[in-house]
């Protein structure tokens, strides 16, 4: 047996060689690549500020690396969202509070969604970079509400809907230089604060659409935004004591007459 | 009103406010307000087929206070069942930009002076009175029916004059052409319900996941609910309909021509065609010495002696296609049990052997017997929301008239100028210019010959979307003696030429009735006012009609001496519906509905009464009446199972068939290269197009914040391989030129669309940017349809 041993010295020089060529090729593959398709400026900044690094706006030319700087530098689309990947907590670790949220969370939850949508109703539009022809990896966070750094994805409240791209618009396509959004004066329709509830305690009608939201808890569950949680996750059927909108929901037609007709009382105007 | 409203109008001014300030800032915020009532309740919802493309999806269309302030998907829609794109999401905000024009304005030198309606009027009369032979119209598909009708009796019915096209000569004139050449009458046999049944997709050029995406969903959605269903797509560049299909064939410009007669090829070799079809249905046809849509009848055996030469393997060589895969393509199709539909678009129209190609394709299908169960079907899409309604079945075109009827056919003349109520001999028999012809003939000076010195543009933007625009468009300026009228909404390529500037009302500022690529005929109610003095393009038609008759011209008047656009209320008393104040005291759109329902029984294209359309979310044609009363529409023609013209017990039946024997065409025609191929000079091939976020020129979608705020500007894509040898990376300034003109624009690598090498693309939406000055205007023989995919250019980085 011991004369294998040069040999075992042999495969393992080999082996480093091989590690060195392969390492050099993934470097110059590395260079080649951020060269084509990495957006000259960075377009996220202040739409959803997760407290990175940014890409310098005059980063035309990225200055040479080493693999420990890489673990820290922003590339490619989504590069805000890279650092933390290994300490991801699972969305189940997120919590529901039992007690509703107070008006001020609810209402910066709102302004938080409303900042994404032209009107209530309206797709949100996506808030950071994507890969322009590759829909399917939405659903990598979008399918499971993951959570990255202090981002949670929105959970997919419509999961039969793939082509994710043909409603929701992403943020500027790079690599174009800043513009001026043409001045509209369009109005949306606003969020509504609540629903209507009945008397106080009663369970809050649901004032929004329920088409393409099959998953209430998509919103309204622990990957929701804080102001929005529901305060009782456990219970499942949502629509058994909250009431969906028949108008809202295209459900029945304006020439419809709920009643049967008065009875003809003597007397009566 | 609640104060609880009066607060949130105070609320919205603010917001608006507060969103234009911050749009000024570039924050990308909307800033929507959130509110503590229940803010959907005092909305008014009402209904509307989407305003962009020839999909036809309906909307509902949210109302508060004059204004429109959300949209919806339409649940009850069968095309789209609730569904939308990004660009039907926020059609609204189309009505809101800032810079909406709102007045009439007049050229003076190199300013405008706003003028009074009644002179805009007047002006355009008199330009018309002093030469009306000398007066073109060029309107769109996105004329609504109503509007393309009486712009139709306007030109045709009244001056007597043919020189009406559409822009829609740029987008489907070649599927039209390819329609009667095989079936003798043209638009669709299948309908959307073919997406729902195929095992097959084909996608000749085609990218509906960006372009009619609501049906592509309508396809892929299917994956989800477990339906296997093979997708192929046959593309010069890899989109985003790429990424979801099997298979992905790249080919050549003008491979397409090889690849279907390689099908047929293979199909003949192995007898896996279908007899049984080919021989109680079909005949077959090629091109004689003058060429026509007639074509000469061939035997079965010449057609299968031409086919011969297309073996894979010389189709691999036409169209850069690898020889298994056209043998692939050709097993499918000689597959009984498979159910194929193929899609295209602008790929196979755009395109200077635009008819052979689309005939080709449906020869495809007839000779594999892939046609007339649900699922398999060929099927053309359109791109625009009315060019079917409007420009194919209207007529809006040189040489038609409604109902599929043409100018120079006595027979058609007569019925047309009877349902007009118009002397006889009104009509000309000589067609009109095409679109290409009549705007070289305006922009070539009286001394040269151009005949055509007054020109009004409706509903369309040709300073954008005409090829070649120095020739046919620029050229218009510097000659004073040339008058261009254009109405529009927004200030466009177009209007900077105009002479004479109409403010139109946009979509649900008007009614109409819009008729989508699945034969469907949409009908909708106003719903908002016009900004300023914006009126409709239809009332801007009947007014100057009106005026002409006040000044004189004989054509205004009908056979009983009275207006050619003569609307009376229920009451049988007449409206003057030429003046804006009385405009709607009357339904113009259902008086001209109705009377243009007469026209569409000769190729039974049968229409519904307005009512019908009032309750439905578009009925597709023949619209058949039963015997207990109720109208029903007709998803599949020439089929027995579906289509009441069908004779007792024939299965099929090409009842319009252009040999008459109740058979449709099957053509031969050769494959041919490019009208301009790469060279030393000029290496790269340079193809245009649409991106998903911006509709066609780009008017509308451009002022909507969110689809401008993901696509602002116009790009180049340029080949990984190719940018590395001309030392672009993305967002380099680059110049693309051609033979005609050469623009600057950004380069952007492995974006949204990735062309091989060789290929650059540029989207045609941005109006700073106009590559149409650098495309060519070489057409197909005859629909007259430019290829705008197919221009030799160079490109060259600028700065970095």
Redesign the interface.
């Known amino acids: 047996m011991t004369h294998q041993l040069p040999h075992a010295g042999h495969a393992t020089r080999f082996v480093h060689l091989l590690l060195v060529v392969v390492l050099a090729a993934a470097l110059i593959g590395f260079f080649i690549g951020i060269d084509y398709g990495v957006p000259k400026t960075d377009e996220t900044a202040g739409f959803l500020n997760v407290g990175t690094q940014s890409v310098d706006d005059a980063a035309a030319v990225v200055p040479t690396l080493n693999y420990i700087e890489l673990q820290t530098t922003d590339i490619g689309p989504n590069r805000n969202w890279k650092s933390s990947l290994s300490t991801l907590p699972s969305a189940t670790e997120l919590s529901t509070s039992t007690s509703p949220p107070l008006s001020t969370i609810k209402q910066a939850s709102l302004h938080i969604r409303s900042q994404r949508r032209a009107f209530n109703g309206a797709p949100p539009v996506i808030p950071h970079v994507v890969e322009q022809m590759s829909t399917d990896s939405c659903l990598s966070c979008h399918g499971k509400a993951l959570r990255i750094a202090n981002q949670t994805a929105n959970l997919l409240p419509h999961p039969e809907l793939t082509n994710c791209m043909q409603c929701h618009a992403p943020v500027e396509a790079s690599p174009f230089e800043e513009f001026v959004l043409a001045h509209n004066d369009f109005a949306g329709l606003p969020a509504p604060f609540e629903g209507q509830r009945a008397w106080d305690g009663a369970p809050p009608m649901i004032p929004h659409s329920t088409h393409m939201r099959d998953n209430c808890l998509a919103c309204h569950g622990p990957a929701g935004l804080v102001g929005l949680r529901t305060t009782h996750p456990e219970r499942q059927s949502c629509l058994q004591c909250h009431a969906p909108s028949a108008e809202l929901d295209q459900n029945i037609t304006a020439s419809t007459s709920p009643f049967l007709q008065m009875p003809d009382i003597r007397g009566g105007s | 009103m609640s104060t609880a409203t009066t607060d949130?109008r105070t609320?919205?001014?603010t917001?608006?406010l507060a969103s234009?300030t911050a749009?000024?800032a570039?924050?990308?915020?909307?800033?929507?307000?959130?509110?503590?009532?229940?803010?959907?309740s005092s909305?008014q919802?009402h209904k509307a087929p989407c305003r962009f493309c020839g999909t036809g999806c309906h909307v509902?269309v949210?109302v508060?206070d004059g204004?429109?302030?959300?949209?919806?998907?339409?649940?009850?829609a069968d095309v789209n069942k609730?569904?939308?794109?990004?660009k039907g999401?926020?059609v609204?905000?189309i009505?809101?930009?800032?810079?909406r024009l709102t007045t009439p304005l007049l050229r003076q030198g190199n300013e405008y002076v706003p003028i009074s309606w009644e002179q805009a009027i007047d002006t355009v009369a008199q330009r018309i009175m002093n030469a009306p032979e000398r007066f073109a119209f060029y309107g769109s598909g996105q004329w609504t029916i109503p509007e393309g009708f009486a712009a139709q009796k306007f030109m045709k019915g009244g001056l007597g004059n043919n020189h009406i096209d559409p822009n829609a000569r740029l987008c489907m004139a070649s599927a039209v052409t390819g329609f009667l050449a095989t079936y003798g009458v043209d638009e669709p046999a299948g309908c959307y319900a073919d997406l729902d049944n195929c095992d097959v997709l084909i996608m000749w050029g085609n990218n509906p996941?960006e372009m009619h995406?609501?049906l592509?969903?309508r396809v892929?959605?299917r994956?989800?609910?477990g339906d296997e269903i093979t997708l192929i797509d046959i593309s010069t560049r890899?989109?985003?309909t790429?990424?979801?299909c099997q298979h992905y064939l790249e080919m050549k410009g003008h491979g397409d021509l090889a690849i279907a007669n390689g099908i047929a090829h293979l199909l003949l070799k192995n007898d896996t065609y279908d007899k049984q079809f080919v021989e109680q249905y079909c005949n077959f046809r090629a091109q004689g010495d003058t060429p026509n849509l007639f074509g000469e009848a061939i035997s079965f055996d010449e057609y299968r002696k031409r086919m011969e030469k297309y073996t894979p393997e010389y189709v691999e060589d036409c169209s850069g296609v690898p020889a298994d895969k056209i043998r692939m393509l050709a097993d499918l199709f000689g597959r009984r049990d498979v159910r194929i539909t193929s899609l295209w678009c602008m790929g196979m129209n755009q395109h200077t052997a635009g008819t052979a190609i689309n005939c080709l394709v449906h020869g495809v299908h007839l000779l594999s017997g892939h046609f007339g169960k649900p699922g398999d079907a060929p099927t053309s899409l359109t791109g625009q929301p009315s060019a079917c309604g409007t420009v194919r079945e209207v007529g809006t075109l040189a040489h038609a008239l409604p109902g599929g009827r043409v100018v120079a056919n006595a027979e058609h003349r007569k019925q047309a100028e009877q349902y007009w109520n118009v002397p006889e001999g009104r009509i000309n028999p000589q067609p009109g210019y095409h679109t290409v012809k009549m705007w070289e003939q305006f922009c070539t000076p009286a001394s040269a010959g151009g005949d055509i010195d007054t020109l009004w543009v409706q509903v369309t933007n040709p300073g954008q979307t005409l090829p070649n625009l120095n020739k046919l468009f620029n050229a218009k300026k510097n000659q004073p003696e040339k008058f261009l009228i254009v109405s529009e909404v927004y200030p466009t390529a177009t209007t900077q030429l105009a002479d004479l500037i109409l403010p139109a009302a946009l979509w649900v500022e008007k009614n109409g009735i819009f008729g989508n690529s699945e034969r469907r005929t949409q009908q909708w109610f106003k719903m908002v006012d016009p900004p300023g003095s914006a009126r409709d393009d239809c009332w801007q038609t009947i007014a100057v009609a009106h005026r002409l008759l006040e000044l004189g011209h004989s054509g205004m008047r009908d056979r009983d001496g009275k207006f050619i656009f003569n609307v009376a209320d229920d009451n049988g008393n007449d409206v003057p519906a030429w003046e804006w104040e009385h405009y709607y005291d009357v339904n113009v759109d259902k008086a001209l509905f109705e009377e243009y329902r007469q026209f569409t029984r000769l190729k039974h294209k049968d229409l519904a009464p307005y009512e019908e359309y009032v309750r439905e979310r578009g009925l597709r044609w023949p619209v058949v009446q039963q015997d207990d009363g109720t109208w029903r529409e007709t998803k599949f023609r020439f089929v027995s199972f579906d289509d009441p013209y069908v004779e007792d017990g024939r299965d099929i039946q090409f009842y319009h068939s252009t040999t008459n024997d109740d058979r449709a065409q099957i053509w031969f025609y050769d494959w041919q290269p490019p009208a301009e191929v790469p060279d030393e000079s000029f290496p790269f091939m340079l193809t245009t197009g649409r991106v998903?976020?911006h509709w066609h020129s780009g008017t509308m979608t451009?002022?909507?914040?969110?689809?401008?705020?993901?696509?602002?500007?116009a790009?180049v894509e340029v080949n990984?391989d190719d940018?590395?040898t001309l030392g672009i990376?993305?967002?380099d300034m680059v110049l693309v030129e051609s033979r005609r003109g050469g623009i600057e624009l950004?380069?952007?690598?492995?974006?949204?669309?990735?062309p091989p090498r060789g290929t650059v693309f540029v989207p045609f939406f941005d109006e700073t940017v106009l590559i149409n000055d650098v495309t060519l205007d070489a057409h197909d023989p005859f629909s007259k349809q430019p290829d705008y995919k197919k221009s030799a250019v160079r490109v060259r980085k600028i700065s970095?």
């Open positions: 949130r609320f919205l001014k917001a608006a234009a749009a000024i570039g924050e990308r915020a909307f800033g929507l307000p959130v509110l503590n009532n229940d803010a959907a909305v919802w509902q949210g508060e204004k429109v302030v959300a949209i919806a998907g339409d649940q009850r609730g569904l939308l794109c990004v999401y926020h609204g905000m009505l809101y930009g800032q810079d996941a995406p609501v592509f969903s892929i959605d994956r989800s609910r890899r989109t985003r790429t990424e979801h998903l976020e451009r002022r909507v914040g969110p689809l401008s705020r993901a696509m602002p500007r790009y990984p940018a590395m990376k993305t967002g950004p380069a952007w690598i492995n974006g949204r669309g990735r970095g």
